[in-house]
């Protein structure tokens, strides 16, 4: 059992998407099922390298982000009705909390050079958690958008020589293709919210932005990534069963996440250590 | 008459305690190499070495006591071969993300340490390792020790150096990812040099 554990193809598919199918089918009537993707995320993160927080290292920020996002996403579910203004709100406070992660890093860098990286990430974790909550009302495009999102980040992530940002990845897409599953079968569309969408935004982008701070991905390969949001809202026909719908938008974001996957590929292949 | 004598005795007590004062010497990064050998899906024993060292080197002879500092730069890491051969990155690139050791994080690992002597030369150093963020316990074996005069500087210079080996537990510095397939326990062997500035 324990050498099985420590498969790093179970710890990124198999064991998050287990463990958030469950949680997706168990919670899905109470409106939670959103829960699933860190229940997943944090399956992987436990198996890969643990869950401890000190030293607080950036990647271990960057777990602990994860780990209150659902939280806050739990509170504003059902504390408030979100609106166009939470979105840009949440976007702008995530992409503030981006530079807190990278911190340690951005301050070993020159001024300018700290200024255009911890600028740049701050877009684009802003721009990725926006429009991930702006897919809060549709679990199936934001199932679909998690799946891609996690999936593109964390196959790139690899390319770009980090196999724990990897793995990190790949469990949050899986956790997520799980969530897309539940509804895929039971043909029912269940609650995302903010428990969902901010989970996979913020953590999705969080972890391709730790594979461009901390290893090789290159900012071609964010901006790519940032599209699968976007991606997510292409209209789909709205007679078309789940399953169809769920299998049309993934189609689109995943597009998105194997365009960023192959820009990855061939940069390490242009740059030989 | 007093006052003679012990002009006299100071003055011939000098060479002895400038003898007996400690020496720096500076440790000579192009012969000085931390290497460490991990075990590697439980078959082989890959060998990797860090090529960026800095440091010093304090020897009190007479005292029998000496310090070391070194400080390792972790982007330096070199396990070879530097070629893809058919990987989107080398092995190298790997080992200088967060996986391991988290490079753009944590550039430097440094080691302090004090020499214990048994008779003529160093045969340990109690130390602490820093390497991400955590500072531990690490004491080195000394198995091999030696100061010459420098040949390249036609004997005016000082020439010390030697072979360490220690033994660490990655794990100890949060250093988790791939356990048990790229082993935990780490193997240190460090030679050294060092030089005393003329």
Same mark, same amino acid.
């Given at each position: %059992?324990?050498? !099985?554990?420590?498969?790093?193809?179970?710890?990124?598919?198999?064991?998050?998407?287990?463990?958030?199918?469950?949680?997706?089918?168990?919670?899905?009537?109470?409106?939670?099922?959103?829960?699933?993707?860190?229940?997943?995320?944090?399956?992987?993160?436990?198996?890969?390298?643990?869950?401890?927080?000190?030293?607080?290292?950036?990647?271990?920020?960057?777990?602990?982000? #994860?780990? %209150?996002?659902?939280?806050?996403?739990?509170?504003?579910?059902?504390?408030?009705?979100?609106?166009?203004?939470?979105?840009? +709100?949440?976007?702008?406070?995530?992409?503030?909390?981006?530079? !807190?992660?990278?911190?340690?890093?951005?301050?070993?860098?020159?001024? +300018?050079?700290?200024?255009?990286?911890?600028?740049?990430?701050?877009?684009?974790?802003?721009?990725?958690?926006?429009?991930?909550?702006?897919?809060?009302?549709?679990?199936?495009?934001?199932?679909?958008? /998690?799946?891609?999102? #996690?999936?593109?980040?964390?196959?790139?992530?690899?390319?770009?020589?980090?196999?724990?940002?990897?793995?990190?990845?790949?469990?949050? /897409?899986?956790?997520?293709?799980?969530?897309?599953?539940?509804? %895929?079968?039971?043909?029912?569309?269940?609650?995302? /919210?903010?428990?969902?969408?901010?989970?996979?935004?913020?953590?999705?982008?969080?972890?391709?932005?730790?594979?461009?701070?901390?290893?090789?991905? #290159?900012?071609?390969?964010?901006?790519?990534?940032?599209?699968?949001?976007?991606?997510?809202?292409?209209?789909?026909?709205?007679?078309?069963?789940? !399953?169809?719908?769920?299998?049309?938008?993934?189609?689109?974001?995943?597009?998105?996440?194997?365009?960023?996957? +192959?820009?990855?590929?061939?940069? #390490?292949?242009?740059?030989?250590? | 008459?007093?006052?003679?004598?012990?002009?006299?005795?100071?003055?011939?007590?000098?060479?002895?305690?400038?003898?007996?004062?400690?020496?720096?010497?500076?440790?000579?990064?192009?012969?000085?190499?931390?290497?460490?050998?991990?075990?590697?899906?439980?078959?082989?024993?890959?060998? &990797?070495?860090?090529?960026? *060292?800095?440091?010093?080197?304090?020897?009190?002879?007479?005292?029998?006591?000496?310090?070391?500092?070194? *400080?390792?730069?972790?982007?330096?890491?070199?396990?070879?071969?530097?070629?893809?051969?058919?990987?989107?990155?080398?092995?190298?690139?790997?080992?200088?993300?967060?996986?391991?050791?988290?490079?753009?994080?944590?550039?430097?690992?440094?080691?302090?340490? *004090?020499?214990?002597? *048994?008779?003529?030369?160093?045969?340990?150093?109690?130390?602490?390792?820093?390497?991400?963020?955590?500072?531990?316990?690490?004491?080195?074996?000394?198995?091999?020790?030696?100061?010459?005069?420098?040949?390249?500087?036609?004997?005016?210079?000082?020439?010390?150096?030697?072979?360490?080996? &220690?033994?660490?537990?990655?794990?100890?510095?949060?250093?988790?990812?791939?356990?048990?397939?790229?082993?935990?326990?780490?193997?240190?062997?460090?030679?050294?040099?060092?030089?005393?500035?003329?």
């Amino acid at each position: %059992m324990e050498q !099985w554990l420590n498969d790093p193809m179970i710890q990124a598919s198999l064991a998050p998407f287990t463990v958030a199918l469950a949680v997706a089918a168990l919670l899905f009537k109470l409106r939670l099922g959103g829960l699933a993707a860190i229940a997943g995320f944090c399956t992987t993160a436990y198996l890969a390298g643990g869950l401890a927080l000190f030293p607080l290292t950036a990647t271990r920020k960057l777990l602990l982000l #994860g780990l %209150m996002t659902p939280a806050l996403g739990l509170l504003a579910d059902f504390a408030f009705k979100a609106t166009r203004r939470t979105e840009i +709100i949440l976007g702008a406070a995530y992409g503030l909390a981006s530079v !807190w992660v990278f911190w340690s890093i951005l301050s070993q860098k020159s001024g +300018i050079g700290a200024l255009l990286q911890g600028g740049g990430i701050a877009v684009f974790v802003g721009w990725t958690v926006g429009f991930a909550a702006s897919l809060r009302e549709d679990a199936v495009r934001a199932g679909a958008a /998690g799946l891609a999102l #996690g999936l593109g980040a964390g196959a790139a992530a690899v390319f770009a020589a980090s196999a724990l940002l990897g793995l990190y990845g790949m469990g949050l /897409g899986a956790a997520s293709g799980a969530v897309l599953l539940v509804q %895929m079968v039971s043909g029912r569309r269940m609650h995302a /919210g903010l428990t969902f969408a901010l989970t996979f935004g913020a953590l999705g982008a969080l972890v391709a932005a730790a594979a461009l701070v901390q290893a090789n991905l #290159g900012w071609t390969e964010l901006a790519i990534l940032a599209l699968v949001p976007l991606a997510a809202r292409i209209p789909v026909p709205e007679k078309w069963p789940v !399953w169809g719908q769920s299998a049309l938008i993934s189609s689109y974001t995943l597009a998105c996440a194997a365009a960023a996957c +192959i820009v990855a590929w061939l940069a #390490g292949r242009g740059s030989p250590g | 008459m007093q006052q003679k004598l012990a002009i006299g005795a100071f003055a011939l007590a000098l060479p002895l305690a400038a003898a007996a004062a400690p020496v720096n010497y500076d440790v000579d990064p192009v012969h000085t190499f931390p290497q460490f050998m991990v075990g590697h899906f439980g078959a082989a024993f890959l060998h &990797g070495r860090f090529n960026k *060292t800095s440091g010093k080197l304090v020897l009190d002879r007479e005292a029998k006591s000496g310090t070391i500092e070194i *400080t390792i730069d972790t982007a330096s890491v070199d396990t070879g071969p530097h070629e893809l051969l058919g990987r989107p990155r080398t092995r190298d690139d790997h080992l200088r993300t967060p996986d391991f050791f988290n490079v753009k994080e944590f550039p430097r690992m440094t080691y302090k340490g *004090t020499a214990k002597w *048994t008779g003529e030369w160093p045969t340990a150093v109690q130390g602490q390792l820093t390497l991400l963020g955590v500072t531990r316990p690490l004491n080195l074996e000394v198995v091999h020790f030696n100061c010459v005069p420098d040949p390249r500087t036609k004997g005016k210079g000082e020439l010390c150096g030697g072979n360490a080996n &220690g033994l660490i537990k990655r794990s100890d510095f949060g250093m988790k990812f791939g356990i048990p397939a790229v082993g935990d326990d780490i193997r240190l062997l460090i030679q050294f040099e060092a030089l005393r500035p003329l």
